[in-house]
């Protein structure tokens, strides 16, 4: 009987080791799945800042379209302005010359070229 309860006691320790070797093995599993899971909350929050940088990207994108637009629409109106400057350049220089040659009744002409 007693080698029967020595076998008992050695299966029993036995089973304690094993049993422990499979706690440990469990949360050493429990450890990684917790760490894989940090990584997915990453990874996740990473495809979250970059589906927002796509988007701040794509509103850039169209305010330099729009700057660009606008930046034409100035250049057109600067030069309805540089033209019309020169028109009236060439009038003022136009009636210098016609009241230089009016002569006495063209002196009334000559202020406009005064400045």
Do not use: R, Y
Request: hydrophobic share 35%.
């Amino acid at each position: 009987m007693q080698d029967s309860t020595s076998e008992t006691t050695s299966q029993t320790e036995d089973a304690s080791v094993s049993i422990n070797q499979i706690s440990e093995s469990s949360n050493k599993v429990a450890t990684m799945l917790s760490s894989m899971q940090n990584i997915l909350k990453s990874s996740h929050n990473g495809k979250i800042i970059a589906k927002n940088a796509q988007d701040k990207s794509k509103q850039t994108s169209l305010s330099i379209s729009k700057l660009d637009s606008e930046s034409d629409k100035i250049d057109e109106i600067i030069k309805i302005i540089s033209q019309i400057a020169f028109q009236t350049n060439i009038l003022s220089l136009n009636a210098a010359v016609e009241a230089s040659t009016a002569g006495e009744v063209g002196k009334g002409f000559a202020v406009v070229l005064k400045k």
